[in-house]
């Protein structure tokens, strides 16, 4: 079986970075992309699949390293999944990830307006693609369940975190602790898939 010391995480994004690197194993050197001055990639998938792909092969061939990268996103219900894959870029469009709660809100709530039955639902998804060699790589997605807060709440975390409540929980991902989170959410259970197929 193919062993790997060295793992290139493939992301620009801080919050992303840490929490990949904390749910790989200690003993794997973990490689920014930005310490060996690689850009991301334009991101032209149609589905998180797609796009966690096309980042860790980018990466790979950049690099030579074994790499791993994830494309995650927002999708909520009663705006038919948007914003979905362009999350983040809906961040960057209204100018930070605060903003872009703000206006998910509004349109949340306009959406919910007069209606009997309003809905919240909102799940959050993660493709992690992990790129080992040429010719091997794995892949997984992660759901984690919820609906949407009324509020912005909680300072830990980073993106949605402070609008979406897990099923079964009354906060905000944005108010757990940081390792409570970690062992909760979509990426955590994108990597458990990972971890039952291939050994570090």
Not at 163 to 172: A, N
Not at 176 to 196: E, G, L, P, T
Request: net charge positive; charged share 30%.
């Amino acid at each position: 079986m193919t062993k790997i010391r060295k793992i290139l995480v493939g992301t620009h994004n801080r919050g992303k970075y840490r929490e990949i690197c904390t749910l790989l194993p200690k003993k794997l050197l973990k490689i920014s992309p930005i310490k060996l001055r690689i850009k991301s990639p334009k991101e032209t998938g149609k589905t998180f699949f797609q796009n966690s792909r096309l980042k860790a092969n980018y990466f790979f061939k950049k690099s030579s390293i074994s790499s791993i990268s994830d494309d995650s996103g927002l999708e909520i219900s009663c705006l038919g999944k948007k914003p979905g894959i362009y999350s983040a870029r809906w961040a960057k469009k209204y100018g930070s990830f605060f903003k872009a709660m703000k206006v998910i809100l509004k349109l949340v709530e306009d959406k919910n307006k007069n209606k009997k039955r309003k809905n919240f639902k909102a799940r959050f998804v993660c493709s992690l693609f992990l790129k080992i060699s040429k010719k091997k790589s794995i892949h997984s997605i992660g759901i984690l369940n919820g609906k949407l807060n009324n509020k912005i709440i909680g300072k830990n975390g980073f993106g949605y975190d402070p609008i979406f409540i897990p099923l079964g929980y009354k906060i905000t991902l944005a108010q757990m602790s940081y390792n409570k989170k970690i062992k909760m959410d979509h990426r955590y259970i994108a990597f458990k898939k990972i971890k039952k197929n291939f050994t570090f």
